[in-house]
């Protein structure tokens, strides 16, 4: 995976279609909704413009505890009184409500049987930085649900293009989670993994991504090559890995009250 064209702005955005769920998973994602109390709503007022959306109460706050506890009685003593996010863009909110009413994450429509047309790579790399926008905003408001459902989007986006991803996506990242953020490890395991030994070389495009990031893969590399000190295995069979063969819950977020998926 060598592919280190330089950024380009988005020239072209492809067909977003819904990805569509299957009817027993409708008929399981309605049964649930039944359980909630729609009678409920508080309103939110998003980014600096302060727009408003109302929202349904028990749903919100029962994905996300930053929801939950800025809800409560003990914060909100007056229940019309809205919700501030002015830190949240007003369209990545909206982006999230879908997600959380609908289960549906938008996805290019079509990846290109030709390979990667430039127009389509663009649109790819701007569809990556719209789920990290995404992955910020549920990881703040912390709904692991939703974090999780985007991980798996954004592995799967990587999956289906085995590209390497540009600087700027990883920018992004670095800018814009902690340290210990799971989309940060999934793009120093692909450096790591997935990336030919040239990516190091002067010409080799390493230098246009964080230097955090580079010293988290020279300090993951570390671990493994320690970890490997008794088990006396090669470099080749040390590094012949695919972030594909870990297992469901590798990148996910989990907590005692959110465990480990089925
Ligand atoms: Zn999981």
Known sequence: MTDNSPDQPPTKRVKYVARRPTIPALRERFADQCRYDFSQSFDVLVGPEKKRFSVYYNILTKRSRFLQAARSSRWTKDS??????????????????RLVYTG???????????????ATETAF???LSELIKLYELA?????LTSVNLIMDEFLASYQEAWRMFIPSVTTQIYQHTPSNSPLRT???DVILFHTNP???EDDGGCKQY??????????????????NRSNQKTIAELYDVKIS????????????????CK
Not at 80 to 90: E, I, M, Y
């Open 125 to 127: 790399n701007s569809d």
């Open 80 to 97: 019309q009184r809205p919700t501030d996010l002015t830190d949240f863009d007003p369209e990545v909110f909206s982006n999230y409500l």
């Open 210 to 227: 964080p230097v955090e990031l580079l010293l988290d893969v020279l300090r993951e590399d570390a671990k493994i090559k320690d970890r």
């Open 186 to 188: 999934v793009v120093r």
């Open 198 to 200: 040239t990516f190091y």
């Open 139 to 143: 990881d703040k408001l912390e709904d």
């Open 104 to 118: 549906e994450i938008f996805q290019p429509e079509q990846l290109g049987e030709d390979g990667w047309a430039e």
């Open 245 to 260: 063969d870990f297992d469901k819950c590798h990148y996910h977020q989990h907590h005692d009250g959110h465990p480990k």
